[in-house]
């Protein structure tokens, strides 16, 4: 409701230790749009107005964000979101070394395509590990893992991203993913979650004359591979 407040509770996880509770001045606090949500430099939130915000906090290229409603609304599409969400494709991402992108496709949760959406907010939880634009391409700028957190009026979705180096088919991926090459230049990325077991992945560059089938005359051949899991 308007002029209630509420205390954001920060904890981030350090190379020597892990949860521990951040406060005050350590961190940086900012609202995307302080006409319906303000926040202190202490993390306090205090409501303006009707609507919906987004808190973000950070230090050192590390950040976090969350959506914030106030009150009520209306408008069919704002409850349709803050019902059913939002969803993402892919729902995990994972690129072969720094340099490699993936657009990330979004709808809500009652739509039938996905897209490119449009007002969204996307929050890069490393910039050490990747960034991502305005629009939602994320590029590898390290190894490891990290978050993306996608934010739409009241809903809010988190993506997980791992950067890895990639490795020669066939090779055996499990559930944490992995980025599978051809010697050649054709490689599948295989999101964390993607596979419940240990899985024999490869794939394969094929020549236009090993293909099943001819290729059609209006059309002229520019690559094919194999790919077997």
Avoid: C, K, N
Wanted: avoid cysteine; charge should be negative; charged fraction near 15%.
């Amino acid at each position: 409701a308007v002029d209630q407040q509420e205390t954001l509770l920060v904890v981030g996880d350090f190379a020597d230790e892990a949860d521990v509770l951040l406060l005050g001045s350590y961190l940086a606090y900012s609202s995307t749009d302080t006409a319906v949500a303000q926040i202190s430099v202490d993390g306090v939130i205090s409501a303006v107005s009707d609507g919906f915000a987004a808190v973000m906090v950070s230090r050192d290229g590390v950040s976090a964000a969350t959506a914030v409603i106030v009150g009520e609304t209306t408008d069919p599409a704002d409850l349709s979101l803050d019902l059913f969400g939002l969803e993402v494709y892919p729902q995990t991402v994972t690129l072969g070394g720094v340099g490699q992108t993936r657009q990330l496709l979004v709808r809500p949760s009652d739509y039938d395509d996905f897209a490119i959406a449009d007002g969204a907010l996307y929050v890069s939880e490393d910039t050490g590990v990747i960034t991502v634009s305005a629009d939602g391409l994320i590029t590898a700028t390290g190894f490891g893992e990290a978050h993306v957190t996608i934010i739409q009026g009241p809903a809010e979705v988190v993506v997980p991203v791992t950067v890895v180096a990639p490795v020669a088919g066939p090779a055996t991926v499990g559930a944490e993913g992995a980025v599978v090459a051809s010697g050649d230049g054709y490689y599948v990325a295989v999101g964390a979650g993607a596979l419940e077991e240990d899985t024999t992945v490869s794939i394969e560059s094929l020549a236009e004359a090993d293909l099943p089938l001819p290729v059609p005359e209006a059309f002229d051949f520019a690559g094919s591979f194999s790919l077997d899991r």
